[in-house]
């Protein structure tokens, strides 16, 4: 895999360009569906899948793999610089999402820079590619495997809206009135 040279704050790990965020300070653990999720030891946003779209470019373009990948990060690198996405802020929207044999308690925020950066990746790449709904995954089992959530519908099949005392209990664990955008 590539060794991205992104912009300092952002990184490109597994599959993912990400921007690093801050520690969270919240509970080292949780229950839901009666089943213990431990809080994740680093926290970030996902904003680019390169593993969903790589091979879709590949093909477009008849490059490698590789090649697809490191043209999808320059762009990537390019955008990032010119417009640097950030959290504006945590909603008050609270998932559990599970896929195989991953589970993972996420919340929804809004982010700031997120629609110029995905029309310059539309343009750049020539590729139909909707803007994501962002998350920050809090909490995983305890094999700490986060799920990739790349469009609304991803969303709308692998998740489901924490409401009542589950909610009340997950955003006091987080400190959800705290929570600080970055």
């Known amino acids: 895999m590539s060794t991205a040279n ?12 990400g921007l690093e965020l801050p520690q969270l300070k919240i ?16 926290f970030h946003l996902s904003i680019f899948s390169v593993k969903k779209y790589a091979p879709i470019l590949a093909e477009k373009l008849g490059v490698t793999l590789e090649e697809a990948e490191e043209k999808i990060l320059e762009e990537s690198n390019h955008l990032l610089i010119e417009m640097p996405i950030s959290i504006s802020r945590f909603k008050d929207e609270v998932r559990v999402a599970e896929k195989r044999d991953k589970k993972t308690v996420i919340i929804m925020c809004e982010t700031s820079g997120a629609e110029e950066f995905f029309a310059g990746m539309r343009k750049a790449l020539d590729l139909e590619i909707p803007t994501q709904p962002f ?17 609304a519908q991803e969303v709308a099949d ?14 006091l664990a987080i400190n959800f009135n705290s929570l600080k955008t970055f």
Do not use: C, F, M, W
């Open 158 to 171: 692998q998740t489901r809206l924490l409401t009542g005392d589950e909610l009340e209990q997950v955003k």
């Open 6 to 17: 992104l912009p300092d704050g952002y990184r490109y790990e597994g599959g993912y360009v």
């Open 135 to 151: 998350h920050v995954t809090l909490y995983t089992r305890p094999n700490g495997l986060g799920i990739g959530l790349a469009s």
């Open 27 to 42: 509970a080292p653990e949780i229950e839901v569906d009666g089943e213990k999720l431990v809080a994740k030891p680093e």
